[in-house]
């Protein structure tokens, strides 16, 4: 070999050898990785206080978010996560917020319940103001929790019916489930039950449906069962004469 | 002899002179490049796409399903930190669906122990920054800017640098990021929808603001950018 051919090897290989990290970069630049971020000073980037979800070595399971002692319940679960609501939107809940001025409104609040004679029972109405700010509210709060499996307009059918039902159809065997329809929630059954009634139904579940109180603070849980009554009245059927005259000439008039 | 040089340069020393003064550039310039594309937010930090114990898929429950976002991280309009579901979000639809399913083994597990699912955390920032979903999302601030398309995502990965330059890009001037108040779950939403702008704020087609941005803005009381860029908001 000439010493023309050995220098053209030796600077390709060292071309071909600094392009090595950039090619490892761009991998890490445009591929998914499961390794995590590259800190190049780490400094002070983890600190072993305790954020939410972090694990823990001070307790024997490990767990930095501590469970539920049975039977207490925290500060903030009832009276607090509306007024961090409120502290997020001043404007939304400064007038609809609940005073809890005694036990017994307390009882209508939280359970949906009043005691006459130690015999509990279902309240009627909804024991907090119903201004349409809460209906909206509700509005928005069923499309998030109920609609997947209720429908946006209530009548049991959702997307998560839709699919099981399409399974079904395809006679899909791979996974027996035992999946029920949603209720129809417009229909007499459910309207007939009282305020109360169904807010029980959202805080404790029922049969096939699980309990939401985990999940849905108790004011969304009655703005939710405002709306459930707005999708009833707006649904149910009326006999034409019942009609506005301008409306039922509409209708008749339209092929 | 004597009219002989002491040192004679070898020939070969010109094009060793050659090869010496293109390296003294090309090396810096090579160092450059590398660490400019190398050590930057963009390739450290994206991409990060850790295997989940359960192979849960947002693609499937937000994206099909339509599920909304608030139905599993129930906490993102209310509180600092967004929450994973417990196991009982889960259960609450997987008792029926598909109830014995090899992929939904940990869910089962961790139903019955009361132990949590170890999810493994994609979006991570250091610890001496302070963040907080609560005053994004109530903002008008999408998922979608931070986050990316998770409704297409199978697997969850860190869609953003999250680095502090990225951060500030926004707080220097937020307007073009927003949107209605309540579309910010709705990864899809487009201001090009006139109607349903119009319902989102209450006005009507006709009513429309020209510019969006500068009227939420406005509407949504968003500081100036003299606070948002104070060490102290994420440093304290």
């Known amino acids: ?255 | 002899m004597s009219d002989r040089p002491f040192f004679v340069f070898p020939r070969w020393s010109d094009t060793a002179t050659k090869i010496i003064l293109a390296a003294a550039v090309l090396i810096p310039v090579y160092l450059v490049i590398l660490l400019g594309y190398g050590a930057n937010a963009r390739t450290l930090n994206v991409n990060y796409q850790p295997i989940q114990p359960v192979a849960y898929s947002h693609a499937f429950h937000a994206g099909k399903l339509g599920i909304n976002c608030q139905y599993c991280h129930t906490d993102v309009k209310r509180a600092a930190f967004a929450a994973l579901p417990p196991t009982q979000t889960c259960i609450n639809c997987h008792a029926a669906i598909a109830p014995h399913s090899a992929a939904l083994a940990w869910i089962r597990k961790s139903y019955k122990t009361g132990m949590p699912v170890p999810w493994k955390k994609v979006n991570d920032l250091p610890d001496y920054v302070y963040f907080n979903h609560a005053a994004h999302v109530n903002a008008g601030i999408s998922c979608l800017i931070c986050h990316g398309h998770v409704n297409e995502m199978t697997q969850v990965y860190q869609a953003k640098p999250l680095n502090m330059a990225w951060c500030l890009q926004c707080h220097r001037d937020p307007a073009p990021f927003l949107r209605p108040r309540n579309e910010v779950t709705n990864l899809n939403w487009t201001p090009a929808n006139k109607t349903r702008l119009a319902k989102d704020l209450g006005l009507t087609t006709a009513t429309l603001p020209k510019n969006l941005g500068k009227y939420l803005e406005k509407r949504y009381h968003i500081p100036n950018s003299k606070l948002l860029t104070d060490c102290e908001l994420c440093h304290h």
């Open chain 1, 1 to 255: 070999m000439n010493r023309k051919a050995t220098l053209f090897f030796l600077i390709g290989s060292i071309v071909m050898a600094a392009l090595i990290p950039l090619a490892v970069i761009a991998d890490r630049r445009y591929e998914r990785t499961d390794i995590p971020r590259i800190a190049i000073i780490p400094d002070m980037d983890k600190m072993p206080y305790l954020k939410p979800e972090r694990s823990s070595d001070l307790f024997a399971d490990h767990r930095g978010m501590r469970p539920h002692i049975p039977g207490t319940m925290a500060r903030e679960d009832f009276i607090f996560d509306n007024m961090a609501e409120q502290r997020a939107h001043p404007n939304n809940w400064k007038k609809d917020h609940v005073v809890l001025s005694n036990g017994k409104q307390f009882q209508r609040v939280m359970y949906g319940q009043v005691l006459t004679n130690g015999q509990a029972s279902f309240i009627n109405h909804i024991p907090i103001p119903v201004t349409r700010r809460l209906i909206a509210r509700g509005e928005e709060q069923f499309d998030i929790f109920c609609a997947p499996c209720h429908g946006y307009n209530g009548q049991g059918n959702g997307t998560v019916n839709i699919y099981d039902s399409e399974l079904r159809a395809e006679g899909e065997s791979r996974e027996a489930g035992t999946w029920v329809q949603p209720s129809n929630l417009t229909l007499i059954g459910v309207q007939a039950l009282p305020d109360g009634g169904i807010y029980d139904v959202v805080t404790n579940g029922i049969a096939a449906m699980a309990a939401y109180k985990d999940q849905i603070p108790v004011v969304d849980r009655w703005a939710i069962v405002s709306y459930v009554r707005v999708l009833g009245l707006s649904q149910k059927k009326v006999p034409a004469y019942r009609l506005p005259a301008t409306v039922r000439t509409e209708l008749t008039n339209r092929k």
